[in-house]
């Protein structure tokens, strides 16, 4: 029996490997496959396969949606997405034009605010692929301006903070319906992490069920062991797949291993073959 991660980033969104340097350390770590699942891009896809090809890694190709829920940001998963589909494709452009007028405004707030930052600055941390906050982030501390990520996301960027500015709305429906567009399987990232109370998360998930939802992410790197069993409870009551991934990021999530998480993450490649369409 193998293991697998299903739910990765790299250099194509937020990470801090690139595409082919996951693949190289999946391979290293022992997995047999993994699901590059970039915020809103599967830019970095066809990479990934092509090494995971070469040197015997499966790559599952995947994306990650961040949706509004009620003014809660809910993330979904896209796993076995075509990245080659044309219409698919040219929905993602769309929303990654709504997160790069969002950086400009962040830009001009936080010039506003006495930091000095251009988006120059952030083309040359991420290279040539989607900027994100983490971006944002990683000139900040480059600049002075901060000592950690969590201090620039709890004092700066995140949610209610001076320089935050709230992004285009996507909805989970917009989020499952392009996945489905693209012949993928849906899933419920981290459900523990939303600050939602239990009557709070059944009522998300019976509404994602009910618009298409697939599978939930019971299996998760910063999951207790009762964060765990109310993952599998609410995969078995609303007859959902369960997935399971460490949601790494590199050095951006430094904490998080590629396959374990914090240590005690371990997805067995028979949960992978439930989730195949």
Known sequence: MGFVDLHVHSTASDGTL?????????KKVGLSSFALTDHDTVSGVAAAIEEGNRIGVEVISGIEF???YYNTDVHILGLFVDHTNKEFLHQLIDIQDSRE???YKMIEKLNELGYEITFQELIQHASDTIV?????????????YAKTNNEVFDTI????????IPRAKVTPKLAIDLIKLAGGVSVLAHPMIYGLNSEQLNELVAYLKGI?????????????EVEESDSRRLARIYDLKMTGGSDYHGKNKSSIELGTGKGNLRVSSELLETLRP
């Open 18 to 26: 690139s595409p082919v340097e996951v693949v190289q350390l999946a």
């Open 66 to 68: 961040s949706t509004d």
């Open 101 to 103: 007028n969002r950086n």
């Open 132 to 144: 994100t906050r983490a971006h944002f982030a990683r000139v900040l501390i480059d600049k002075g």
């Open 157 to 164: 960027i995140g949610k209610g903070c001076p320089a935050y």
């Open 212 to 224: 298409g939802l697939e599978g939930i992410e019971a299996l998760y790197g910063l999951n207790s």
